[in-house]
């Protein structure tokens, strides 16, 4: 990897599930990738530890268990276990996984909280607080719900979490509204303590410039940072919680204490192991945070201020991933567009490795994940049944029917080259948290295999010189090896079944890769191996796509109200099919009718409005540049695009899109995400496309 390994031990967290309700294929988003990079170092020797746990505390937690009539400790006890038991069906395996409600994180989250105060980042502050007269009760958070003073959209109480996506402070909605009862809220006096953020903006421009890890985690907390830093309050009206110093009736924000979690998880991993937690979280050891990239602001603004206040090590790297959709549709439980990991996946009899695969493989870490029962099939059939199990399957085969053991055989120079080149592929890309592109390149070398096996017929060599085949199958072995190796991080549970059958009887989750190039031994008995893969039948696609169409029919069907649902759910049902695309063909002359030019961009900036949408100025040969929105926000950073050539549509008809207009279309290629088309080489802007 590129920054890997390192004389630094490293310490991997992962965003906190939160303890109110079932795992889904989006977490997994977050906590597979983790695994798969912790895997990954140990695989070069890396000293790496790898800690999370459940988020335990807010409002949420508490309607919820207001609602099923239990407390908090009981809801909380549930769905802890439900995690932790997911995630070793999963083989993300943690080396701590505990909850804030431990008593470490206790114990460090009012440590942490007196150090701010002693250091005089907190103070007193009376603000207005939402609060229910119907219900006769304040209302943090998730309890109220309104409009947002900033875009004008539905809002929670503490997020923005329908239009801009701003943290909100208690007492800025508007038009409050009781999510318990419905009813109108009013705003009462109260006094709450803030944390003082907007003391460390230099800091955190300085913090940001040198952090490590995703760029789309890294630029979006510089563009905040350097609008305005805005005082937190740290302080609800609840009594689940860790109590604030020194005030019964008021708890600590559940953002405070979240992420102290990964403080207190690496303590229980300290005391089980005999380590020392502060050599990461006061001394030098890399701190690497795995998060959503809805909760990029709280890790890299809000959480590094509040351990530079408490003078505690700042985190060295924040990789946050893309967002997930189901069958190309926004991502909602309440709209049925879900998977669930044990109902929808696991209790299916679907191998967690394959997932695991999907995950990884499907595109950039950063980019829109798009989970689709077909594209799923399609990956695992194509890719790891079809090239990479086919070359173990076969080359164990064939070796174990005509030798019965690895036969002796010099391995090519030409073979152990692959295998390197191959490792150094894997490892840099890997190092940026482009894991796509180190299982592509993994795979490449089990088409590699494939070719070898395939051009050197080894099926007529046994027949006229079985030495030269027994060299042939040896390489091939050699290969094997090195592939179980490089897959081991990805596919853990499939690879350790495939050491096996390579004869191998040390453990391959602590070999390394510098083990790939060490030679096979020859005269390892082989056991007759079996099918690593199967294929996934369109019956079993068909199964698993009427299962999502029929939750999603239930869903619109309550969601509107229908008294008939049986009905609503059989027509919804029916309605709900694969988008196909059309084609028609056109003549000439429609063609004609399209002014299509090149233009340079020359401004790019996000819509704050939205999630997707970038406003572009692009020269295109006019006496000023052209204005343009296009959906490329969640696929590419605005920096990176300025000066590039792109292709536009300048006779469309002008639109608003979030209130901008744009006059004209970027075009762009739509595959895993938005991909720019551009010229072969730069040209004039404005040059038109005949």
């Known amino acids: 990897m590129s920054k890997f390994p390192s004389d630094k031990p490293v310490l991997v967290t992962c965003g906190l599930p939160y303890a109110n309700g079932k795992a889904h294929v989006g977490h997994l988003r977050t906590y597979i990738p983790a695994d798969i990079f912790v895997r990954a170092l140990k695989k070069q020797g890396q000293e790496v530890t790898f800690v999370c746990g459940s988020d335990t505390h807010g409002t949420p937690i508490v309607v919820n268990a207001e609602q099923l009539n239990i407390t908090p400790k009981e809801l909380v006890r549930k769905y802890h276990k439900h995690f932790d038991d997911t995630f070793k069906d999963m083989n993300v395996n943690f080396d701590a996984f505990g909850t804030t409600d431990d008593p470490e994180n206790y114990n460090r989250t009012t440590d942490i909280v007196n150090k701010l105060i002693e250091n005089g980042y907190t103070y007193p502050k009376t603000i207005e607080i939402a609060y229910c007269p119907e219900c006769d009760r304040s209302l943090p958070d998730r309890y109220v719900e309104g409009t947002c003073p900033y875009c004008g959209e539905t809002a929670r109480g503490d997020e923005c979490d329908q239009g801009c996506e701003k943290h909100l402070e208690p007492g800025e909605l508007k038009e409050p509204k009781c999510t318990i009862c419905g009813g109108a809220a009013e705003y009462r006096k109260q006094e709450h303590y803030f944390f003082k953020l907007s003391e460390f903006k230099d800091f955190l421009l300085e913090h940001l410039e040198h952090m490590e890890g995703t760029s789309n985690a890294r630029n979006y907390a510089i563009g905040w940072v350097k609008k305005e830093l805005i005082d937190w309050c740290i302080t609800r009206n609840l009594e689940w919680g860790v109590k604030f110093p020194g005030h019964d009736d008021l708890v600590v924000y559940v953002w405070v204490d979240a992420p102290i979690g990964y403080i207190a998880f690496t303590e229980e991993w300290a005391k089980e192991n005999n380590e020392d937690w502060e050599k990461f979280w006061k001394g030098d050891g890399r701190i ?151 299982v592509d390149s993994a795979m490449a070398l089990a088409s590699y295999g494939n070719v070898y096996f395939q051009s050197n017929e080894p099926w007529k060599l046994i027949k006229k010189d079985k030495a030269a085949c027994g060299k042939v199958v040896a390489n091939c072995a050699q290969i094997a090896k090195a592939l179980i190796l490089l897959f081991e991080p990805v596919l853990p549970q499939k690879m350790e079944d495939a050491w096996k059958q390579i004869g191998m009887s040390s453990d391959v989750h602590a070999a390394t890769y510098s083990d790939a190039t060490v030679l ?101 040969g006019e006496d000023s540049p052209r204005q343009l929105v296009a959906g490329i926000k969640e696929t590419h950073d605005p920096e990176q695009i300025i000066g590039r050539q792109v292709v536009v549509l300048a006779n469309l008809k002008p639109a608003k899109l979030c209130g901008v207009e744009s006059r004209g279309m970027v075009l762009a290629g739509d595959t895993e995400g938005a991909v720019l088309l551009m010229p072969e080489e730069e040209v004039a802007p404005g040059t038109r496309v005949r």
């Open 520 to 620: 096979v031994n020859s005269g390892t008995t082989l056991p007759k191996p079996t099918i690593l893969f199967e294929k996934i039948e369109d019956d079993k696609t068909e199964e698993m796509e009427t299962i999502s169409n029929k939750r999603v029919a239930e869903a619109i069907a309550k969601e509107s109200g229908t008294k008939e649902k049986e009905g609503a759910v059989k027509k919804m049902e029916e309605e709900i099919e694969i988008e196909t695309i059309t084609t028609e063909e056109i003549t000439f002359d429609d063609f004609s009718k399209l002014d299509i030019r090149i233009g340079t961009i020359v401004t790019a900036e996000p819509v704050k409005k939205s999630n997707k949408l970038m406003r572009l100025e692009v020269d295109i």
């Open 288 to 438: 690497i945070h795995f998060i959503g990239g809805d909760i990029t602001y709280h890790h890299c603004v809000f959480w590094p201020a509040m351990l530079k206040g408490a003078g505690y090590s700042q985190p060295w790297g924040v990789v946050a991933s893309g967002m997930v959709k189901i069958e190309n549709k926004k991502f909602s439980k309440s709209r049925g567009y879900v998977v669930w990991v044990g109902e929808d996946y696991l209790d299916h009899g679907f191998h967690p490795d394959l997932l695991r695969y999907y995950l990884t493989s499907y595109t950039s870490h950063t980019k829109e994940l798009n989970f689709s029962w077909k594209v799923f099939q399609e990956k695992i059939n194509t890719e790891l049944v079809a090239v990479f199990g086919n070359f173990l399957y076969r080359t164990l085969l064939f070796t174990h029917k005509n030798f019965g053991e690895i036969p002796e055989g010099e391995i090519d120079r030409e073979v152990l080259d692959k295998i390197t080149d191959t490792i150094t592929k894997v490892n840099k890309p890997m190092g940026e948290y482009e894991f796509k592109k180190a």
